[in-house]
Nanobody, 123 residues
Framework: QVQLVESGGGLVQAGGSLRLSCVAN????????MAWFRQAPGKERTFVAV???????YYADSVKGRFTISRDNAKRTMYLQLNSLKPEDTAVYYC?????????????????WGQGTQVTVSS
């Protein structure tokens, strides 16, 4: 069983940057896809980015070109660099470990989740 712990959220002005981290304690890490999702108040949890075990990355259209996902398997840590932040990026950001399924984009295909870290972007 893996425990995921996110950090790095905070309050930032529009146009600013943040770097989120997700540390995986225990369980499998390097051989599985790891992803970031986010959930805004009153909305569903949605896909942000994924880093596959093969080294490929995929992004939601809304963050493409602004966010960068990376991982350090030796440190069992995944990162999300958030640049050019917009008020609509405000949400709780979650890291997740993929368990199966045919798509990276559905939360139901991930079996382990962190507690989330709040990102608030002011206009």
């Amino acid at each position: 069983q893996v425990q995921l712990v996110e950090s790095g959220g905070g309050l930032v002005q529009a146009g600013g940057s943040l770097r989120l981290s997700c540390v995986a304690n225990g369980g499998t890490f390097s051989s599985v896809a790891m992803a970031w999702f986010r959930q805004a108040p009153g909305k569903e949890r949605t896909f942000v980015a994924v880093f596959t075990s093969a080294g490929s990355t995929y992004y939601a259209d809304s963050v493409k070109g602004r966010f960068t996902i990376s991982r350090d398997n030796a440190k069992r840590t995944m990162y999300l660099q958030l640049n050019s932040l917009k008020p609509e990026d405000t949400a709780v950001y979650y890291c997740a470990r993929r368990s199966g399924g045919s798509s990276f984009y559905y939360a139901s295909n991930y079996d382990s989740w962190g507690q989330g870290t709040q990102v608030t972007v002011s206009s």
